[in-house]
């Protein structure tokens, strides 16, 4: 089977979970329920929550336990997504093809839909900690947790609004690669290396592997920025530049910047090759990763 | 001793537990470490901290254990103020006598900061969960996230946001009590109870008396808005019929605002006084709650 359509598959799987731990559109106040939904529903292609998934079955845990905490992390995916987009931060108009957030529901209830889908993750999950009781799953919460965090996504989230516009250096771009991407890869194996009870060293190796996953895909992603469509991307391109966004594609050029890439990948996948556990679809997706074309 | 006294004396066992709880000021990105710090330490009461101590205290718990769901609850507390604060939301430009967040740090970073605030509120439990590995913690986190998400607070600030300006009826106003306000008293009392072990017949009790303390404070609050002066409240007074904004106190009168408030407040002290473990710190929390001047 063609590796697209394994993610796609799993996807659809992770979308079916996350329809059970959404309120319905149905529900009272229905506007900030629908706002949730909007968001979380307009095509993303769940790449954390299938981390979370797989690197749990890679150790031989059971993933269907994991789902409260993969759709957990897509919802924070979310939620950082609409709040980036506001007017007082990236002020996107667009973004997947859609209307951003606050352009389809107004500003209010774009912040509050950000606000209520970061509260609705770590409900799901303390509600899966509570029913599930057992201290695998409170590690797989607080691994989430910390990628998300005030010492994880959010410190790179700052960075990168601090440094707009400024002539930014290499250390702190890649501040805000390891932060603002690469720490919630490394929450999404971490939780599911939790939940699938790798021993400490491979929990090291395993977060070792998310920071090079996700600064490559961080650079891949501006690297995409200059030379794909707004077909492919569903936003539009050269938007770096145009916004005066220092990256790796604009700091070493595209050549330079995407044998970074492939060096990166290469080294997370020796890791991950010399892991206990089955590591293949964790091996093939860090591949699928870097020559992704959208 | 003086009641107001024992509430300072409980608030400043908070305040130097939240001190370590909260990453330090001098941390890179140092901003974003300084926002949080500028709203946590802005002299609110911490009555949810301690409505969480006291709660554990009173079933024969071990507060020192609940402090990092106290501290918790205190900085979902600031960050639903600092959302609440925005140009978007109520756009105010003082709360406690001093600047709101996007005033002193602007608004992208106020956004990011009431973020940062929900975002650790939730890793510091997560690590208690962790650490303390007892069901009990993880039932208080629920208890924490039900109250606060979205149909708790959130779904009362939403309603509260799409009633602005209009002519609500009773029902709507009730709504916004219970989940903006009420939910999280609710939510802090039964997190100390479930830390203190409560049978689910006083979990149900302390539920109760939660949420009828928590509209009660609201009204007085209200109340407030009117009878007060700036100077003991840290803000404009009469700012609701400033914004035409629907109060108890606007449709039913002071008097009879002051009426039901007292009525809930006794319903809520027989409860207490219904139930085992020791009560009595509680009860005379409602009853200074009521009488408050600010």
Redesign the interface.
């Known amino acids: 089977m063609d590796f697209k359509q394994e993610i796609k598959d799993r996807a659809n799987i992770v979308d079916s979970y996350m329809e059970s731990f959404l309120?319905g559109e149905d529900e009272?106040?229905e506007?900030?329920?629908k706002a949730?939904r909007y968001s979380v529903f307009a095509g993303g292609k769940r790449l954390r929550p299938i981390m979370v998934m797989e690197a749990c079955k890679a150790f031989g845990g059971d993933w269907e336990k994991t789902m409260p905490f993969a759709c957990a992390i897509e919802m924070i995916h979310t939620y950082s997504l609409i709040?980036d987009d506001?007017p007082?931060?990236d002020n996107d108009d667009y973004r997947r093809g859609r209307l951003t957030s606050h352009k389809m529901f107004?500003?209010?209830?774009a912040?509050?839909a950000?606000?209520?889908l970061?509260?609705?993750a770590?409900?799901t999950m303390?509600?899966a900690?509570?029913e599930l009781?057992d201290?695998k799953y409170?590690?797989a919460?607080?691994a989430i947790?910390?990628g998300?965090?005030?010492?994880g996504m959010?410190?790179g989230?700052?960075?990168d609004?601090?440094s707009e516009g400024k002539e930014i250096d290499k250390d702190t771009l890649d501040?805000i690669h390891k932060n603002k991407t690469a720490a919630m890869l490394i929450g999404a194996l971490k939780s599911g290396a939790e939940m699938g009870v790798a021993c400490d060293e491979d929990i090291k190796k395993i977060e070792r592997v998310g920071e090079l996953v996700g600064v490559a895909f961080q650079i891949q992603d501006d690297i995409l920025d200059v030379t794909s469509t707004f077909e492919k991307l569903g936003k539009p391109i050269n938007s770096d530049e145009k916004n005066h966004k220092v990256t790796y594609a604009t700091m070493f050029g595209i050549e330079k910047a995407s044998k970074i890439v492939e060096e990166m990948s290469d080294e997370a996948i020796d890791i991950l090759k010399s892991m206990g556990g089955d590591m293949d679809f964790l091996i093939r997706l860090t591949e699928y990763l870097i020559k992704r074309d959208n």
Not at 106 to 109: D, N, Y
Not at 148 to 151: D, E, F, K, M
């Open positions: 309120p009272y106040p506007v900030i329920y949730m709040h506001l007082a931060l107004g500003e209010s209830m912040i509050l950000g606000d209520a970061l509260h609705h770590f409900e303390a509600k900690c509570v009781n201290i409170n590690k919460m607080l947790a910390e998300a965090g005030v010492h959010v410190a989230q700052v960075v609004v601090i501040f």
